[in-house]
Every structure is written in structure tokens, then in C-alpha cells.
């Protein structure tokens, strides 16, 4: 799992494979918030934190092995 914390107000979050595509995608509205990513295969991921304009908040590279 992926913990995402201390994040103010409504954001989306998107994890993207290494050739982009989007492969989970959520709205977070809480404080903290829990992403499973235990059906997914193991590699790289990028997970973006978007806030309401659109803009990136947050980048986080992710390995699942």
C-alpha cells in the first residue's frame, strides 16, 4: 500500500506506468489516504498529486517488487 498524507484540500491522484499510461486514478479528499497497489505488477511507477488547477503538488517515483 501506498500511503499519501498532509494533503490540503480536494486533489487527484494518478499512478502512471513508465510509459505513461494511467493506471489508477482517485480523488482525495482526506488527509490520508491509502492507495493498494498489491494486484499490481511489479515495477516502476509514477505517482502524481494533482491540486484543483491542475497543478502538480506532488511526484513520488513508486517500486513495487
Given at each position: 500500500n501506498i500511503v499519501?498524507?498532509?494533503i490540503e484540500g480536494n486533489c487527484s491522484m494518478q499512478l502512471l506506468?513508465?510509459?505513461?499510461?494511467?493506471?489508477?486514478?482517485?480523488?482525495?479528499n482526506t488527509v490520508r489516504?491509502?492507495?493498494d497497489i498489491s494486484d499490481?505488477?511489479?515495477g516502476s511507477y509514477i505517482l502524481l498529486i494533482k491540486?484543483?488547477?491542475?497543478?502538480?503538488?506532488?511526484?513520488?517515483l513508486i517500486i513495487k517488487k
Open positions: 499519501i498524507q498532509d506506468d513508465l510509459s505513461g499510461r494511467i493506471v489508477s486514478e482517485s480523488i482525495i489516504s491509502n492507495v499490481f505488477n511489479a491540486d484543483q488547477s491542475s497543478s502538480i503538488v506532488g511526484k513520488q
